[in-house]
């Protein structure tokens, strides 16, 4: 290991990388998993400089092959004590925890126990968001059940009001793929799971949004935990919102979740559900899908989207697949989407579904 001082020296250097223009040359950073979101992570890392060692139990042939050819170190054996080992020999200033890797991973916990920063691949995306001059606005969404249909449905809205955008996270790419994008985006939508909202760092969503709360949401160790703890996980999604937290006013846990989040000043809470909304809501009204939160009469008036008999025709009219059009019209319309652009896009979505199967 590294003698006290050297440790200090690399962790107050590690503590000043915020932006992909900071010097992150020779930094030793050991990356926990080879799945998607761990082998992106390595990839980026190489990119940046570092010396990076790929840490594994799961054999992957292809991108062990990968990061031979990248010029990153590996190591892999199912057995912990060996993993921890390579790990300690290996006196990393960084460790990059896959989302599998939970807060009481013995791994994680030694790095912890060491002093060593441990980052997760979103809040080492939120450091590098500005690799391109075109800075992506970050709209962030968690939640127990339809957070994949969600983010896809926003970014398909997102693209139909002329932005740059892609779903990240969950079922789509991670991150840190799109960040290194050459053309950058506009806005990411980032799928986070509970894992993931353990670690998130400083980031500063432009609009979030918990889509609904359950004991479940958090995950394989959920036995283990009290639902508070898990409540607490699931609302760290609203945390340093800057304009929109959007919430399920049918589920209580969710709007108290929006009331004790610490927001950027300024920031609304818009609702959904699928009764008749309040000013500053999402919801249906005589059939009808409509937005009372960025209307500027929103006391008295609302803007149309879609009707349930469109839905309908298009096998997109089911209670949950309605709130997920209503959560994700919220989002977009925060990032200044029209109505008639979310329209279209709806309306477009089974047919793009279709191509994207």
């Given at each position: 290991m590294q003698a006290s001082g050297?440790?200090?020296?690399?962790?107050?250097?590690?503590?000043?990388?915020?932006?992909?223009?900071?010097?992150?040359?020779?930094?030793?950073?050991?990356?926990?998993?080879?799945?998607?979101?761990g082998f992106s992570?390595?990839?980026?890392?190489?990119?940046?400089?570092?010396?990076?060692?790929?840490v594994h139990a799961v054999p992957d042939t292809d991108r062990e092959r990968l990061l031979d050819a990248i010029g990153a170190e590996r190591f892999r054996a199912e057995s912990r004590p060996e993993r921890l080992g390579d790990l300690a020999a290996f006196a990393p200033?960084?460790?990059v925890a896959s989302p599998e890797?939970?807060?009481?991973?013995?791994?994680?916990?030694?790095?912890?126990?060491?002093?060593?920063p441990v980052w997760g691949d979103i809040e080492l995306?939120?450091?590098?968001?500005?690799?391109?001059?075109?800075?992506?606005?970050?709209?962030?969404i968690a939640g127990d059940r339809g957070k994949t249909t969600t983010a896809l449905l926003t970014a398909h809205m997102l693209v139909a009001g002329g932005l740059r955008a892609t779903p990240a996270g969950g079922a789509g790419s991670p991150v840190l793929d799109a960040l290194r994008d050459p053309r950058g985006y506009d806005a990411i939508v980032v799928e986070l799971s509970g894992r993931?909202?353990?670690?998130?760092?400083e980031?500063?969503?432009?609009?979030?949004?918990?889509?609904?709360?359950?004991?479940?949401?958090?995950?394989?160790?959920?036995?283990?935990?009290?639902?508070?703890?898990?409540?607490?996980?699931?609302?760290?999604?609203?945390?340093?919102?800057?304009?929109?937290?959007?919430?399920?006013?049918?589920?209580?846990?969710?709007?108290?979740m929006v009331e004790e989040a610490d927001v950027v000043e300024g920031a609304r809470a818009v609702s959904f559900g699928l009764d008749s909304p309040p000013p500053s809501g999402f919801g249906v009204v005589e059939g009808i899908l409509v937005d009372r939160g960025f209307h500027a009469e929103r006391r008295s008036e609302a803007y149309e989207i879609v009707t349930l008999d469109e839905l309908a025709r298009l096998d997109l009219a089911s209670p949950p697949m309605v709130q997920n059009l209503l959560a994700a019209s919220a989002l977009a319309r925060a990032r200044g989407v029209e109505p008639a652009e979310i329209a279209q896009a709806i309306l477009g979505y089974h047919r793009a579904s279709r191509e994207r199967e």
């Amino acid at each position: 290991m590294q003698a006290s001082g050297e440790r200090a020296s690399a962790r107050a250097r590690v503590a000043r990388l915020a932006s992909w223009h900071d010097d992150w040359s020779g930094l030793r950073v050991a990356v926990l998993g080879l799945g998607a979101a761990g082998f992106s992570a390595a990839d980026t890392l190489v990119e940046l400089g570092c010396r990076v060692r790929a840490v594994h139990a799961v054999p992957d042939t292809d991108r062990e092959r990968l990061l031979d050819a990248i010029g990153a170190e590996r190591f892999r054996a199912e057995s912990r004590p060996e993993r921890l080992g390579d790990l300690a020999a290996f006196a990393p200033d960084l460790v990059v925890a896959s989302p599998e890797y939970g807060l009481d991973h013995p791994l994680v916990a030694w790095a912890s126990e060491h002093g060593i920063p441990v980052w997760g691949d979103i809040e080492l995306g939120w450091r590098l968001r500005d690799k391109t001059p075109r800075v992506a606005d970050w709209i962030c969404i968690a939640g127990d059940r339809g957070k994949t249909t969600t983010a896809l449905l926003t970014a398909h809205m997102l693209v139909a009001g002329g932005l740059r955008a892609t779903p990240a996270g969950g079922a789509g790419s991670p991150v840190l793929d799109a960040l290194r994008d050459p053309r950058g985006y506009d806005a990411i939508v980032v799928e986070l799971s509970g894992r993931q909202l353990a670690r998130l760092g400083e980031v500063s969503p432009y609009a979030s949004a918990c889509l609904n709360f359950a004991v479940a949401a958090g995950g394989e160790d959920a036995a283990d935990r009290d639902a508070e703890a898990l409540w607490a996980e699931q609302a760290r999604v609203y945390e340093r919102t800057q304009v929109a937290c959007v919430y399920n006013r049918a589920d209580r846990a969710t709007e108290r979740m929006v009331e004790e989040a610490d927001v950027v000043e300024g920031a609304r809470a818009v609702s959904f559900g699928l009764d008749s909304p309040p000013p500053s809501g999402f919801g249906v009204v005589e059939g009808i899908l409509v937005d009372r939160g960025f209307h500027a009469e929103r006391r008295s008036e609302a803007y149309e989207i879609v009707t349930l008999d469109e839905l309908a025709r298009l096998d997109l009219a089911s209670p949950p697949m309605v709130q997920n059009l209503l959560a994700a019209s919220a989002l977009a319309r925060a990032r200044g989407v029209e109505p008639a652009e979310i329209a279209q896009a709806i309306l477009g979505y089974h047919r793009a579904s279709r191509e994207r199967e």
